[in-house]
């Protein structure tokens, strides 16, 4: 009978244990010191090696000859566990033994003495599954066992056991496997095994894994079985698990961040066109969001299991973005996550999605006032975040040694005023974000020299500081005239202006106004109103 990988290639000793370096070492010297525990804890996730590190241990503890902790394979004690007939070695499933009268069963068990090996040592997987009274039934055994017994208990869920069992053990984190780690691992089992397997493939069902050494042999046993005897392929290997290369979601990031709905569309085309299920796309494509928030977090890309090329696709995609953007796009896709559930056109939906994760004003006008703020500040990230060449003068190209320029001349108080009167037209003139971006301001002046640009938002005046160099020279590239600028909040310039001029902002040309405030304007403001070319209609 064919014996399925996973339990084939179960490790027959310590070094053959991947990735829980911590751990196996650990135990090793507790065996060749003679300080043996009489109970531990094994926690962690699935297929990270609990159970067989425990096998191993019980085969080492029992060894008759050991060797610096390790068992030597040959003697009554190895042979007998090896085989699978050993007394002294007893297995429990908790899940179906989970009850007060199997604890009385085992609690009589351990009075006896072991047969051939120097321990009786009881293995209970999925304690966690036992009852409160069972837990306390084994409280006086686990603490007080027979001198012959050790107590491993394995769990994937550490937080359901209670502390007085918890208190009672030695426990053991066991960690998930690296994907790095992993490939090495399985590289040499398919070299034992004969399987042969593209180092893509190898590379795409570690990482797909997800730190479980059990589910990546359950995944190379399927494709063996399908290709028997040819080429397991990265291709072959997505067909069978019926998902996409990682590839294609950093490609779809890419689009995203860029705003460029018909490279997503076009992605989202071939998915289709190649039977891929939309849900568990989109479930894969929020893991590999969640993968790049943690990458670009701060000391975040440290802790992250992820294949070097992928560290490189996520080393691009943060450097055209930002963290904030990054979220919410997790939270359209894990909205849409939620819809798919419910059924409907999983196409359109995703479509839809999609054209709310490229255009941040989308998803607000969809979302209401959260999802607005949301969509406003992501496009603000997005224009902070971009480069900044549209302000910047051209650079000339190479050119004959020519003589050197006038000197460009300073704005005076009459240039200044043309900008002002001339302020859409510049705008307009300019690429569509950055016109969009300046389009908001109103330009204004305090007889300072200089052309003050107003804005309502504090962000958007953070935005505009960092970018008036650029400003300033496109705006000599327009009017032919060095123009020094100032960004302002509306409410700082209206205080100024008040102070100053007693309110003549709230003036234009042809505004009517009293007799005894057009006499104070006339009185008071002679210069301003030449600059300004106010016209002071009395009443």
């Known amino acids: 009978m064919y014996t399925a990988l996973y ?94 009268d199997n604890v009385r069963d085992l609690r009589e068990d351990v009075k006896y003495p072991p047969t051939t090996g120097r321990h009786r040592i009881f293995i209970v997987d999925e304690v966690h599954m036992m009852t409160t009274a069972a837990f306390n039934a084994l409280l006086k055994t686990l603490e007080e066992p027979p001198p012959h017994v050790i107590f491993i208990l394995a769990t994937t869920d550490p937080q359901r056991i209670p502390p007085t069992i918890l208190s009672r ?46 589910d990546a042999l359950s995944l190379i046993d399927r494709c063996a079985g399908l290709y028997f005897g040819e080429l397991i392929t990265l291709e072959r290997v997505l067909e069978i698990t019926g998902t996409v290369d990682k590839s294609v979601f950093f490609e779809l990031a890419k689009g995203i961040f860029a705003g460029d709905i018909g490279l997503c569309i076009g992605i989202v085309e071939k998915i289709i066109a190649n039977g891929r299920d939309v849900v568990q796309f989109v479930s894969e494509f929020v893991h590999e969001l ?31 973005t930002n963290i904030e953007s990054i ?20 196409r359109i939906q995703l479509e839809v999605a999609l054209v709310q994760a490229c255009n941040p004003m989308a998803a607000a006008a969809a979302g209401g006032d959260s999802a607005a703020l949301a969509g406003i500040m992501d496009r603000l990230n997005r224009l902070e975040t971009r480069p900044q060449p549209t302000f910047a003068p051209p650079t000339p190209a190479a050119a004959p040694v020519a003589p050197e320029p006038a000197p460009i001349q300073k704005a005076i108080p009459e240039d200044i005023r043309q ?17 969009g971006l300046l389009g908001h301001t109103k330009p204004g002046f305090l007889d300072d020299g200089r052309l003050i640009i107003v804005v309502n938002q504090p962000a958007h005046e953070g935005i505009l500081k960092k970018r008036v160099e650029g400003i300033e020279a496109a705006l000599q590239k327009h009017f032919g005239k060095a123009v020094d ?11 100024r202006h008040r102070k100053k001029y007693g309110g003549l902002d709230d003036f234009k ?19 301003i ?9 009395e009443e």
């Open 7 to 100: 339990r084939k290639l179960r490790p027959g000793s310590f070094d053959e244990i991947v990735a829980q370096g911590h751990i196996v070492n650990t135990l090793r010297n507790q065996i060749a010191g003679g300080r043996i525990g009489h109970a531990y804890l094994f926690c962690g996730t699935r297929g990270t090696g609990k159970t067989s590190c425990a096998k191993v241990f019980a085969r080492a503890a029992n060894c008759l000859a050991s060797i610096e902790g390790e068992a030597c394979g040959i003697c009554a004690s190895c042979t007998e566990i090896a085989a699978g007939n050993s007394m002294d070695v007893v297995e429990i499933d908790a899940a179906s033994n989970n009850g007060v």
């Open 169 to 214: 053990v030695m426990r053991f984190d066991f960690r998930r496997i690296s994907p790095q780690d992993m490939a090495v691992a399985l590289r040499g089992y398919m070299e034992k095994e004969n399987i042969d397997i593209s180092g893509e493939a190898l590379g795409y069902i570690s990482e797909l894994s997800d730190g479980a050494m059990r």
């Open 290 to 320: 969640r993968n790049l928030m943690i990458f670009a977090m701060p000391g975040g890309r440290e802790g992250l299991f992820v294949s070097e090329s992928a560290r490189l696709a996520m080393e691009r995609l943060v450097n055209i």
């Open 327 to 346: 979220i919410s796009k997790i939270n359209i896709f894990s909205d849409l996550r939620a819809r798919l559930r419910h059924g409907g056109n999983d």
């Open 419 to 435: 900008i002002i009167n001339k302020w859409d037209e510049f705008c307009r003139g300019l690429d569509a974000s950055d016109s």
């Open 485 to 495: 600028i100032h960004i302002m909040l509306k409410i700082h310039y209206d205080d």
């Open 509 to 527: 040309p042809g505004t009517v106004a009293s007799p005894a405030v057009s006499e104070k304007i006339v009185d008071e403001f002679d210069e």
């Open 529 to 537: 109103k030449k600059v300004l070319n106010f016209n002071i209609i």
